[in-house]
């Protein structure tokens, strides 16, 4: 019941709302920075500002929320179904997705959402052989985890149930087909469930930019504490058709097309308070940055997807790359007892 009232939440229609501000103070040696840089303090201010807003993206939120709803919604990808091994009885296994957004705005090593851990995910299914529909195989996956980014701490939890219908058999195992083996294409469906929680947890987040023009530069860190709470959840439905060859029985390679549906919804609410210091030291002022809004994801994009998956008797190790429009780009790869 919970879940449905989260996907009936989510399903209505929301506009992008934020709003943000961040004030640059210059201390005495901030102003004397100023003059060794050739500019104004207003002007060396209002650089600060900028690298800031870059940083935080607090010029920026409501597209960097509407990114970082379509990574957390990647990060379910490929791991809750099994599309090489053709299952006959039970399969079970672990999987990890490595995921990161195409947009700048969330992976570069300069933001606090740099470094995304990985998503991981437990997988059970079974082929409904034993239920005169051999065609068919039906999946449920799960996992919760702490989870942190470079800076930041939080959890992430996915669930999700699929269904399989094999459209096409594969080829019969008998002469040359033996060694090179169609697997035939099947349909795969169903839905994932992923949210993404994050915060500073009052720990200092630290960050770098250099300011000035030309060769004449100079290295500024901030370092902020305070309060920086991110959120996603974001529930996919997506549509899958793969296919693929066995090869002398020992390798898999498949490869497919998918269309997703999503509904999901982003939050930030922040705010900080940070001093920057020179190379050597020196105070040069205070930035306070405030920062609060909320979004949605891209709700349809298409993906294709290709995997190799090695065939060690009933355990199957297996590698999959996803990639999608959004832009987003995923890496799967676990371990699968397969009867």
Do not use: C
Not at 79 to 88: F, H, K, L, R, T
């Amino acid at each position: 019941m919970r879940w449905l009232v989260m996907v009936i939440v989510l399903s209505v229609p929301a506009i992008a709302r934020s709003q943000s501000a961040v004030t640059v103070r210059l201390s005495p040696e901030g102003d004397m920075l100023a003059q060794q840089l050739g500019v104004s303090a207003a002007d060396l201010a209002a650089q600060i500002k900028g690298r800031v807003d870059d940083i935080y993206q607090t010029a920026n939120i409501a597209d960097f929320l509407e990114a970082f709803t379509d990574a957390t919604s990647f990060s379910a990808r490929g791991i809750g179904a099994d599309y090489a091994s053709a299952p006959q009885g039970f399969i079970a296994g672990l999987a990890a997705n490595v995921s990161a957004a195409g947009d700048e705005d969330i992976r570069s090593e300069q933001r606090p959402t740099a470094g995304i851990a990985a998503n991981l995910s437990v997988m059970i299914g079974m082929n409904l052989r034993e239920w005169r529909h051999p065609r068919w195989t039906v999946y449920a996956n799960g996992f919760y985890r702490n989870a942190a980014t470079e800076q930041l701490d939080g959890s992430v939890t996915s669930a999700g149930a699929h269904l399989q219908y094999q459209l096409l058999p594969p080829s019969a195992e008998e002469g040359a087909r033996t060694f090179m083996r169609w697997i035939g294409v099947s349909l795969t469906t169903g839905f994932e469930v992923t949210r993404w929680k994050l915060g500073s947890d009052g720990d200092t987040l630290s960050t770098s930019f250099s300011v000035g023009s030309g060769s004449n530069t100079a290295p500024v860190t901030l370092d902020s504490v305070g309060r920086l709470d991110l959120s996603s959840t974001a529930v996919t439905v997506p549509i899958e058709a793969t296919t693929g060859i066995r090869v002398a029985l020992l390798a898999t390679l498949y490869v497919g097309a998918g269309l997703d549906f999503t509904i999901g919804r982003s939050t930030i609410d922040s705010s900080l308070s940070g001093v920057m210091r020179s190379q050597d030291g020196r105070d040069l002022g205070t930035v306070d940055i405030t920062a609060a809004g909320s979004n949605n994801g891209s709700p349809f994009t298409a993906r294709i997807l290709a995997g190799v998956q090695l065939n060690l008797w009933k355990l199957k190790v297996f590698g999959q790359v996803n990639a999608s429009q959004a832009p987003a780009a995923s890496i799967a790869f676990g371990l699968k007892f397969v009867q």
